[in-house]
């Protein structure tokens, strides 16, 4: 197959109906599809994509991605359970065009996810994002609208995008319960979660966070405690319990944030995904 032109299909092994999902090549700038093409789905951030759809598959109701970039985790999501209703968001134009060449590239499963080309943050409006350049002309993935970030980066170029809070958003929306909750916005999770505290405490979902050298842990550790949830870095091969979110591992980008009350639904899918607990 050529890489540089063709559309992949994935079809991953922890799906129990093996459901299939396709992805744009971009002509060979999507390097996540280049990186699953060629090691399978758990070539990347393994098993973070496994604890996605497992919680997806067993929950159901609505799933949030938020910063969804090309739309990998949407379309697994809506693959892994035949009633769920995804909402993805994705600020950056160029980015959020890829992701609907992709929804089209999958029109059963893209009816059931509604794309928005907004962001969250703590507070709704206008704002700079950020869009972060490679050296090899990959799509980008570090694109932020926190300007620390982007200065680490090194290169960047500056957008004007529409943000939302959580609060708002889900104001308008009424829905079906929020269940799970991606987050990857590059350091700026904590003004999503801040926006959002009404929606954390109202709908308890999980929630799949990655959390960089820059982002802001004390504001994390507060939210956690206030809203009586867990904390657990994804390991390749565990889930280790942190009391608090203070520092970063960089064996642990993402973390799973779980409400108390929801920790034995952690533990399931521990046993079925043959995960440890590590404390």
């Not at 973070?48 to 109701?61: I, M, N, Y």
């Not at 987050?183 to 960089?212: C, F, T």
Request: aromatic share 8%; charged share 20%; net charge negative.
């Amino acid at each position: 197959m050529d890489m540089q032109r063709a559309d992949v299909e994935i079809n991953p092994e922890f799906f129990k109906r093996r459901q299939s999902i396709r992805l744009s090549a971009q002509n060979g700038k999507d390097y996540l599809v280049q990186v699953i093409s060629k090691g399978g789905i758990e070539a990347y951030e393994k098993p973070t994509l496994a604890l996605f759809c497992h919680f997806v598959e067993r929950l159901g109701g609505t799933v949030l991605d938020i910063g969804a970039n090309t739309g990998l985790f949407s379309l697994l999501a809506a693959a892994a359970h035949p009633g769920v209703k995804i909402c993805a968001f994705e600020p950056l134009g160029s980015v959020f065009g890829m992701l609907e060449e992709n929804l089209a590239l999958n029109p059963k499963l893209a009816a059931r996810i509604a794309a928005s080309c907004k962001g969250f943050s703590e507070q709704g409006g206008q704002a700079v994002f950020y869009e972060t350049i490679n050296a090899h002309g990959f799509v980008p993935t570090s694109s932020t609208l926190e300007r620390s970030r982007a200065d680490y980066e090194g290169t960047y170029r500056e957008h004007v995008v529409e943000l939302i809070t959580l609060h708002e958003w889900d104001r308008i929306y009424q829905g079906e319960p929020i269940t799970v909750v991606k987050i990857d916005v590059e350091g700026h999770e904590h003004a999503v979660l801040q926006g959002g505290r009404s929606v954390i405490a109202k709908h308890r979902p999980l929630m799949i966070v990655e959390m960089l050298a820059q982002s802001r842990f004390d504001v994390m550790k507060q939210i956690i405690i206030e809203q009586n949830y867990v904390d657990f870095g994804i390991l390749p091969d565990a889930l280790l319990h942190l009391e608090a979110p203070v520092f970063f591992d960089n064996d642990a980008w993402n973390h799973l944030l779980c409400p108390a009350e929801k920790a034995p639904v952690v533990l399931g899918a521990c046993r079925e995904l043959g995960l440890r607990m590590r404390f």
